[in-house]
């Protein structure tokens, strides 16, 4: 094939970047904005030796599930790989993804339902957007740092598109210089903002190259003088050349350094480091259906492996008094978060642990939960569980490939899988979240 060369051809499926695929002379084509139905012709990009990528040229004949995007960002953004396909149909192929993943390992699972709030929209309650020339804002094209620029990501909070137009605004009347992420210089690298969708409480946080931003005090009182629901700004300081985003001191200018949210109706506070899910709405339902897996009874020691601020966990033994929580997170500000999220609560039988959970110090339980970053759990941390033999296992898991494989390996340990299900956490992208219950053989 060559470059340009245009193509006839009818899309046979989707991958989870949203790409179609097809065949031609029986090569695999990856046709960017191509869906499952789709009768099209495409044009060439490149031709790799075991496939190929290619354009959508014109749509001769548009798929049943194909629909109108009314994103302006979507084609130069790249964040989301669905908005041009039907939402129902967005879920079915997540569905078949996550079972695909599991089929790929040698393992028969039904996932039974995709878990969605039914709206793909204005769910993220957090975004961090780098800050470029003239103070543009928006997300790295791939493969660099240049800004594609987006001040209103449809699927952010609504609430936060003036609270970052104010900034880019005061940003550029008072001349602060943005970080320059080649040469290292500059002061302002993000503007990082968090909202408690229960509460309604906005963080602002910026994150600098610098010990400080002298400008910081004036811009906060503008921000709590104009956004009452502001309750939070910090600096967050980052000297290093690196591509994480925060570094390790946080700086509060205004308020609190922590905000307060109301997760399956318990208070929480989040802290700048804290994780906490971008789609409350949808983690609160994951929550729920956690907690019926489990299927926790009064006295059952619980264990919440990788904890983050103590959600999962919390949620789960909040009408079990009897029971007792160890939680267990690497990160020390989501620990401290933690232990004040139970003490807000009057959760007393509750210990929460900073320390790896690939090996966690736990002797006993009679139900774990773990949810693991994309990488999945460790096959020591699967041995150990097994060691501690407890009857039910419930994994939450944002990458379903990094799933199928522990579970095979849970399964070698003596845990099938008994049941299963897809969680559209982050509607219009590719990414999936599952919950399954795996019980001791």
């Known amino acids: 094939m060559k470059k340009n060369e245009l193509y006839i051809t009818e899309i046979s499926d989707m991958n989870n970047l949203g790409a179609g695929i097809c065949k031609i002379d029986g090569k695999v084509v990856f046709v960017r904005g191509g869906v499952t139905g789709d009768k099209l012709e495409i044009g060439i990009i490149k031709d790799l030796s075991d496939y190929a990528v290619a354009r959508v040229n014109k749509i001769i004949e548009p798929s049943p599930m194909r629909t109108e995007n009314t994103c302006p960002s979507f084609?130069?953004?790249?964040?989301?790989?669905f908005r041009h396909v039907k939402y129902d149909s967005e879920k079915l192929f997540k569905k078949n993804y996550v079972e695909n993943a599991f089929k790929k390992v040698g393992l028969s699972v039904n996932i039974e339902k995709v878990i969605s709030t039914g709206c793909p929209d204005r769910?993220?309650?957090?975004?961090?957007?780098?800050?470029?020339?003239?103070?543009?804002?928006?997300?790295?094209?791939?493969?660099?740092?240049?800004?594609?620029?987006?001040?209103?990501?449809?699927?952010?909070?609504?609430?936060?598109?003036?609270?970052?137009?104010?900034?880019?605004?005061?940003?550029?009347?008072?001349?602060?210089?943005?970080?320059?992420?080649?040469?290292?210089?500059g002061?302002?690298?993000?503007?990082?903002?968090?909202?408690?969708?229960?509460?309604?409480?906005?963080?602002?946080?910026?994150?600098?190259?610098?010990?400080?931003?002298?400008?910081?005090?004036?811009?906060?009182?503008?921000?709590?003088?104009?956004?009452?629901?502001?309750?939070?700004?910090?600096?967050?300081?980052?000297?290093?050349?690196?591509?994480?985003?925060?570094?390790?001191?946080?700086?509060?200018?205004?308020?609190?350094?922590?905000?307060?949210?109301?997760?399956?109706?318990?208070?929480?506070?989040?802290?700048?480091?804290?994780f906490y899910q971008v789609n409350r709405e949808c983690a609160e339902l994951i929550c729920k259906k956690a907690a019926e897996l489990a299927d926790l009874k009064p006295g059952e020691k619980l264990v919440d492996l990788f904890c983050g601020i103590g959600t999962i966990g919390l949620s789960m033994i909040k009408d079990f008094p009897e029971s007792s929580l160890v939680g267990v997170e690497i990160i020390p500000d989501?620990?401290?978060?933690?232990?004040?999220?139970?003490?807000?609560?009057?959760?007393?039988?509750t210990k929460f642990i900073c320390g790896d959970a690939n090996?966690?110090?736990?002797?006993?339980?009679?139900?774990?939960?773990?949810d693991p970053p994309r990488k999945g759990c460790a096959s020591e941390l699967i041995k150990r569980i097994a060691e501690i033999s407890p009857s039910r296992v419930i994994y939450v898991s944002c990458n379903p490939d990094t799933l199928a494989?522990?579970?095979?390996?849970?399964?070698?340990?003596?845990?099938?899988?008994?049941?299963?299900?897809?969680?559209?956490?982050?509607?219009?992208?590719?990414?999936?979240?599952?919950?399954?219950?795996?019980?001791?053989?």
């Open 75 to 81: 084609k130069r953004c790249g964040g989301c790989a």
């Open 123 to 185: 769910y993220r309650n957090k975004v961090q957007y780098p800050v470029g020339e003239n103070w543009k804002i928006g997300f790295f094209a791939e493969h660099s740092h240049d800004i594609v620029e987006v001040s209103d990501c449809h699927a952010q909070d609504e609430s936060f598109k003036e609270i970052l137009d104010e900034i880019v605004r005061f940003g550029k009347e008072k001349k602060i210089p943005p970080y320059d992420f080649e040469s290292g210089k």
């Open 187 to 274: 002061l302002v690298r993000h503007i990082y903002l968090r909202k408690g969708r229960g509460s309604g409480d906005i963080m602002v946080c910026l994150v600098v190259n610098g010990k400080t931003m002298r400008e910081a005090p004036e811009l906060a009182k503008i921000l709590v003088s104009r956004f009452p629901f502001v309750k939070s700004v910090i600096l967050n300081i980052n000297e290093k050349r690196t591509n994480v985003i925060l570094g390790d001191k946080n700086v509060t200018v205004y308020g609190s350094d922590t905000i307060e949210d109301v997760f399956c109706g318990l208070k929480v506070k989040i802290s700048p480091k804290s």
């Open 334 to 349: 989501a620990v401290e978060n933690a232990k004040e999220n139970a003490a807000l609560n009057n959760m007393k039988n």
């Open 359 to 370: 090996s966690p110090e736990i002797s006993e339980a009679d139900v774990i939960v773990v």
């Open 405 to 441: 494989r522990d579970c095979k390996l849970f399964d070698a340990e003596g845990y099938k899988v008994t049941r299963a299900f897809a969680a559209d956490m982050f509607s219009r992208t590719g990414h999936i979240e599952s919950v399954v219950c795996l019980t001791r053989k």
